[in-house]
């Protein structure tokens, strides 16, 4: 079993949906939990972090959930240029910042 | 501030073959990370360094090794290049912030072992 596994997708939407994506964890003691974005042929970036509460940044919403093991991003009004991969990322406190990575979810916004 | 570079962008080698892949940050961050990245795999961590002078086996260590030769540098040498080692290659440096804790990747390198 993937340590943190994601739907590949592809997700084809057309602009101005909303579109939802979800992520499991297995490791019960992982403590931080991110959302990366990466282009094609680009490295990934940090698109948010993902708290305890949930939060908000923008058009982009993300959502944990511990008892679950669950993360969740949620973007809606969809432009193209959010078109990219999705990377649910999760960190184990103490482990010296080693990132766990999702093998991505692909998102492609159509006009 | 250039972040993250890695050098090459674009290598090709034979197998047996050996070669450094370079890696810079200018963040004065302590730690630094190398992953690859296969299709359908996710990035995988191969080694990381908490701190200048200190090294770490990752997820998938074997068939390289690495160099943290000052705060900026940290290097990723293949010794015996292999077909499976074919790869997109990612440096990464964290910045450790209890608020807003980030890893800044560079640009990749990518390998092709024939």
């Known amino acids: 079993r993937k340590e943190v596994e994601q739907d590949p997708g592809p997700f084809n939407v057309p602009e101005g949906a909303t579109v939802a994506f979800n992520c499991t964890y297995s490791?019960?003691?992982?403590?931080?939990f991110f959302w990366y974005r990466q282009d094609c042929r680009k490295e990934p970036k940090l698109l948010m972090s993902?708290?305890?509460s949930g939060n908000e940044d923008g058009r982009f919403t993300a959502q944990l959930n511990r008892a679950s093991q669950y993360i969740s991003l949620l973007i809606r009004d969809s432009k193209l240029s959010d078109s990219a991969t999705y990377l649910c990322?999760?960190?184990?406190?103490?482990?010296?910042?080693?990132?766990?990575f999702g093998q991505g979810t692909i998102l492609t916004v159509h006009p | 501030n250039a972040g993250v570079t890695q050098t090459p962008k674009f290598q090709v080698l034979k197998t047996g073959q050996s070669m450094t892949l370079q890696c810079a940050q200018d963040?004065?961050?302590?730690?630094m990370y190398w992953y690859r990245q296969d299709p359908g795999m996710g990035l995988r961590l191969i080694y990381y360094?908490?701190?200048?002078?200190?090294?770490d086996k990752g997820e998938v260590p074997n068939g390289y090794n690495v160099s943290r030769l000052n705060k900026r540098e940290f290097s990723l040498r293949l010794e015996s290049a292999a077909p499976s080692q074919t790869s997109v290659y990612f440096c990464?440096?964290?910045?450790?912030?209890?608020?807003?804790?980030?890893?800044?990747f560079g640009p990749g390198t990518r390998l092709l072992v024939l």
């Open positions: 990464a440096s964290r910045r450790e912030d209890r608020l807003k804790e980030t890893q800044y």
């Open positions: 490791n019960s003691a992982s403590q931080s």
């Open positions: 993902v708290y305890s």
């Open positions: 990322v999760v960190n184990d406190e103490g482990s010296y910042g080693k990132l766990t």
């Open positions: 963040m004065n961050h302590n730690s």
């Open positions: 360094s908490a701190s200048e002078g200190t090294t």
